[in-house]
């Protein structure tokens, strides 16, 4: 096989995984990852990502908490606003997807710094190119690319993940605060890691022909 029938199919075949066999993933096994993770491209060279893997299941199973707290705090408030059925829809269904990393042996956090350049702090700045929230969804951006090349990786390496937002859209300062994750620092998803216990079916796609426009 060529390289690039080697690299399509890892990218055709990965899967989010949501159930996982009781093996250890190592901290060698998270390195290998990362530093697949940082050679993704990035705005300006700014590098805005960070990780935490977190091996440990009590720790694992603390986040689980804080996200099924924080879920059922959000539906008392929803029903008491006369959203009774909207909220038993967020704990049945939503709350099942949004602490699927309750079985993964790892869970990494991923995390988004702030953008920083030359660029920012001798132009974009001074001239207020764009408001300063923009900063915030370019260090977002470029954390997307270094979770994808981990992802890849971790398929390619045998090991399975799952990308999820769901606790932090829940429990976003919880987890900030349990894990001491600076405040400028944007949680931007957590990411189950672990040897897959069962792999999903291939979900369809759309075809190329209906997301592409080439002018030439």
């Known amino acids: ?128 190119l764009v408001p300063s929230t923009v900063w915030d969804e370019e260090g977002i951006k470029s954390s997307c690319l270094a979770i994808q090349n981990l992802m890849l990786a971790a398929h390619a390496r045998g090991l399975a993940s799952c990308p999820m937002t769901g606790p932090v859209l829940l429990a976003d300062q919880q987890i900030k605060d349990m894990l001491d994750i600076p405040e400028d620092r944007q949680v931007n998803m957590v990411l189950a890691l672990g040897y897959p216990s069962d792999t999903p079916a291939k979900l369809p796609r759309k075809p190329v022909e209906d997301i592409l426009r080439i002018i030439e």
């Open 1 to 128: 096989m060529t390289t690039y029938e080697i690299m399509k199919e890892v990218i055709h075949e990965r899967r989010s995984v949501r159930r996982y066999e009781d093996r250890q993933v190592t901290a060698e096994d998270v390195k290998e990852l990362i530093d697949c993770a940082r050679y993704a491209p990035s705005d300006t060279n700014s590098q805005t990502w960070e990780f935490i893997a977190i091996l440990n299941r009590e720790w694992i199973a603390r986040i689980e908490q804080l996200t099924w707290d924080a879920l059922h705090k959000r539906a008392e408030q929803a029903e008491a606003q006369g959203l009774a059925k909207e909220a038993r829809l967020l704990v049945k269904s939503f709350g099942p997807y949004a602490t699927a990393f309750s079985n993964a042996p790892a869970l990494i956090i991923c995390l988004a710094s702030p953008y920083t350049s030359k660029f920012r702090e001798r132009i974009f700045d001074p001239i207020g």
